[in-house]
Nanobody, 115 residues
Framework: QVQLVESGGGLVQPGGSLKLSCLAS????????MGWYRQAPGKERELVAV???????NYGDSVKGRFTISRDNAKNTVYLQMNSLKPEDTAVYYC?????????WGQGTQVTVSP
């Protein structure tokens, strides 16, 4: 049974930081490209960041220079360090694992950026 469990979300003031974690089980973690996506109310789900099995990274335009994705294969965990947070970063953040055309999703963690 595949499980992706996100943690680290919460309420933060503009300009603040949060670090999200996603612990994966039921997959061969090192074989999977891992990513973070987000969905704000009334909007479509969008890419935040991806880290491939070869440690290449890709970021959505709105988070470049502020967010950093990383992975620890020994811990089956992917991280998202979010700095200089803005109110428009408010969304549910989802962890994703992708391998050979199959994608899995976590349940999501809420991030709210508000004074």
């Amino acid at each position: 049974q595949v499980q992706l469990v996100e943690s680290g979300g919460g309420l933060v003031q503009p300009g603040g930081s949060l670090k999200l974690s996603c612990l994966a089980s039921g997959i061969i973690f090192s074989f999977n490209d891992m990513g973070w996506y987000r969905q704000a109310p009334g909007k479509e789900r969008e890419l935040v960041a991806v880290v491939t099995t070869g440690l290449s990274t890709n970021y959505g335009d709105s988070v470049k220079g502020r967010f950093t994705i990383s992975r620890d294969n020994a811990k089956n965990t992917v991280y998202l360090q979010m700095n200089s947070l803005k109110p428009e970063d408010t969304a549910v953040y989802y962890c994703s694992a992708h391998f050979n055309g199959v994608r899995y999703w976590g349940q999501g963690t809420q991030v709210t950026v508000s004074p």
